[in-house]
């Protein structure tokens, strides 16, 4: 296995739950990150949707012991550099192309590309990647679509996010291809906005105690 592979697995298996943020204000970050590792989940994807990421990853970075940060909805190169010089640990993408795939070989930061259908899954084995994103899960075809391309596609390891919750999560980390989940459930909106730290420790410890 790559080192970058394994750089990667070494990060998603830190838990069962990737949290998967939206940051509106970089101020949030830090003590939204801390409050996620004091429930026991590391791994932190933090998506580039809004105008704070960059500052919200940097600020992660710095900052919040025992964190590995990571990049979200990263969708080009720009992207990809400008994650990786925040000090995004690892890099997420929601699909793949040609530019992403040229920008993570140059680098030593590991991507985890998204891919949902059974050709996406073998060109991405065809540059390398064994550990992928399932995008968008729940609406691609869920645990049992994911189960059915296990034995076909044997020796691919996933990371399922979109529309996964408590309710749903262990059905996705029974599968044998599955390392772990992504979602956003452990960090709701509205517990961020109102500070509500213990609360969303609370989550995140419920979340990391999620077993196969
Ligand atoms: C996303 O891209 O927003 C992630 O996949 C998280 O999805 P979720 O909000 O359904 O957990």
């Known amino acids: 296995m790559g080192e970058k592979t394994e750089k990667l697995l070494s990060i998603l298996k830190l838990q069962p739950v990737v949290p998967v943020l939206i940051v509106e204000d970089a101020a949030s970050a830090v003590p939204l990150?801390?409050?996620?590792?004091?429930g026991g989940?590391?791994?932190i994807e933090i998506t580039m949707r809004t105008p704070a990421a960059l500052d919200a990853v940097r600020a992660v970075a710095a900052e919040v012991e025992g964190a590995a940060v990571g990049a979200g909805t990263i969708l080009n190169a720009a992207h990809f550099e400008a994650a990786v010089a925040a000090g995004s640990t690892f890099v997420v993408?929601?699909?793949?192309?040609?530019?992403?795939?040229?920008?993570?070989?140059?680098?030593d930061v590991p991507l985890l590309p998204?891919?949902?259908t059974a050709s996406e899954v073998m060109a991405l084995r065809e540059e390398g990647y064994k550990v992928l994103k399932f995008f968008p899960a729940e609406q691609a075809g869920g645990a049992a679509y994911l189960k059915s391309l296990s034995?076909?596609?044997?020796?691919?390891f996933f990371c399922p996010t979109g529309g996964i919750s408590l309710k749903n999560a262990r059905d996705y980390l029974s599968l044998p291809n599955v390392v772990?989940?992504?979602g956003s459930w452990v960090a709701p909106k509205e517990m961020v906005a109102a500070g509500d730290w213990a609360g969303i420790t609370r989550l995140a410890a419920e979340a990391a105690a999620l077993k196969s």
């Open 151 to 156: 034995s076909p596609l044997a020796g691919t």
């Open 180 to 182: 772990c989940v992504g």
């Open 41 to 43: 989940l590391k791994a």
């Open 93 to 107: 993408s929601p699909g793949t192309t040609q530019e992403l795939l040229d920008a993570a070989r140059h680098s």
């Open 33 to 38: 990150a801390r409050a996620l590792v004091a």
């Open 114 to 116: 998204g891919a949902a």
